[in-house]
């Protein structure tokens, strides 16, 4: 029972009511209260002044229930488009902000990886929901039509859905500093289930591909989400002496990557008490998020005069009719418009496997594209799955295609050329022949498999676009020369077969005298290569020759004092 629960929890994400709701269950309760008071009151004839009074509140609770019910109605069949970039951006840092309040950033229990006492399960849920809820809104607004008669007025008739998500995603980082939200409609825009519809992605101007793909580094996860922290320490070193207020609302995904690898490299096997290092790591994560809640110097920043005075530029984005002066402190920001907030938490909630057949259903598979894969059971830090290479997938991205063939090509003329110069020293030296028949049978085999790689690799096709070749790296051209060799008689071989067997019917014919050219072959080989050998003698022979007229000087001279001496003593 137990499982299935954490199951359904893990696949369900739990979202806040809607304020919307719970003032309209007020307001029905107020009602039904105020009409009950009524007609007791006429039951029992009480004086008119009282009845009027009645009346009349029971009319303004009936009047505040009506508002409310239509204001929740206005909305059922909007779209992001109703509302302008910063507001919808206002609202999710809102959420966010509420949800990280409620958190109780414990040690030990973030030690466990435990969200649920540390209530960050809320802020983590929520993210889930936005991320599948915006995919769901995008696959659907593929097929939208401004025209529809259920469909409220657009704000902009002139915007798009993409584009419209990419400023709610930029004002969320550099105004409202919810990264939370952020990395959640990051996620949405890079699911293959959305990339896949190029109507979506054909509109969007040079301007927003720039956006999207300068906000696609700030959620890399390259070198432990290096992008994200530098930019969190930055963030928190513009609030140095601000305390008790919210100052960014974190990612959770790498604090709880950081954690869990602190865990495994410092803890120790047999219980969870970290190492002096560890602890010390751990502690760092667990301030950086008590700041990001609470304000404060908690970081190792170096103060300064001017950090006490908090200065924060105003954000300008193409579209807005006017600039957004950051807020100090996030809190400020709820409860934010309530009609925005009812819709953002009433959307429909899709799981990845309803996601890829609504997608499909949109637009069926090509005959060249792959089916979609998903996961049945979500894992709650599922890790974002950004693509550097995509950068938003349109047709610019076609025009660019056909150059990557050049490596390809200088690679086979490379090998060519080697293959060339190879077999012109071979075909004039008969010497090594011998061994040649012992590497043909490797080199026809590895052949085959070369031109298998190669066919398959010439079949293989691009999934952005059908007619864009396979990208080769730059890398593969730099090929050794031992390869090469290796490589170039197989391939003379396969062109040429009257060579490769005229070279097998001249060792059949031959092949009871071959023991006598191997014998040869020994002569040649050890009359060919002595040159250090016969150096070595050539050397020592001169010297015992010349040894008596290369005499040192010392020799000389003793000689001569010798020879002096004979001569005295002959006088003598």
Known sequence: ???????????????????????????????????????????????????????????????????????MES????????????????????????????????KRWLCQLDKARTRLDGLDDFGRYLTHNLAHQLIVGSELTPASSVVPPFVNQHHQLITHWVQVAYLLVHAYRDFSGFAAIMKALAFPEV???????????????????????????????????????????????????????????????SIRSIIKEYAAVTSAVLSAPGARKLAKVVDCLNTCQQGGLVMETTTTETG??????????????????????????VPGDLVVYHWLVSRAYLNRQQLVQESLEVK?????????????????????????????????????????????????????????KQQQPKANDPSPQPEAKATSTTNSNDSSSSTQSATSTAIKKSRLSPTAPEFVPSNKTLVSTSTAAIATPASS????????????????????????????????????????????????????EWKGYTAYKMEQDWKQEINHKHHDGWQV
């Open 1 to 71: 029972m137990t499982n299935s629960n954490n199951r359904r929890r893990k696949c369900i994400p739990l979202v806040p009511i809607s304020p919307l709701v719970k003032a309209s269950i007020q307001a029905k309760q107020a009602y039904s209260e105020a009409t009950e008071k009524l007609s007791q009151a006429k039951q029992q004839k009480q004086h008119v002044d009282s009845l009027r009074r009645l009346a009349e509140d029971t009319k303004l609770e009936r009047r505040r229930m009506e508002t409310l019910e239509h204001d």
């Open 75 to 106: 909305v059922a069949f909007a779209t992001a488009l109703n509302w302008d970039p910063n507001v919808l951006a206002k609202q999710v840092a809102a959420v966010n902000c509420q949800l990280f309040q409620r958190a109780i950033l414990d």
């Open 195 to 257: 990339r896949r519809l190029r109507k979506l992605w054909r509109g969007c101007p040079a301007r927003t591909r720039d956006m999207y793909n300068d906000l696609l580094h700030l959620v890399s996860p390259s070198n432990g989400y290096h992008a994200y922290h530098t930019w969190l320490k930055n963030t928190l070193d513009l609030f140095q002496q601000t305390s008790s207020v919210t100052l960014v609302i974190p990612w959770l995904l790498p604090h709880f990557a």
């Open 308 to 333: 006490r005075h908090v200065s924060l530029k105003p954000v300008q984005v193409e579209g807005l009719r006017s600039t957004i002066v950051p807020p100090t402190d996030l809190n400020r920001l």
């Open 364 to 420: 069926p598979l090509a005959k060249d594209e792959l089916p979609l894969a998903y996961d049945e059971e979500e894992e709650e830090d599922e890790d974002i799955m950004f693509e550097q290479e995509f950068h938003i997938e349109i047709e610019s991205s076609t025009t660019t295609t056909p150059t990557p063939q050049s490596p390809s090509n200088s690679d086979e003329n490379t090998k060519d050329v080697d293959s060339e």
């Open 493 to 544: 071989s396969e062109e040429d077969p009257d060579e490769q067997w005229h070279g097998y019917m001249y060792y059949e014919r031959k092949g009871e005298t071959k023991t006598t050219v191997s014998n040869d072959d020994e002569d040649e080989i050890w009359n060919g290569y002595p040159s250090p050998s016969t150096q070595s003698e050539e050397s020592s022979e001169e010297e015992e």
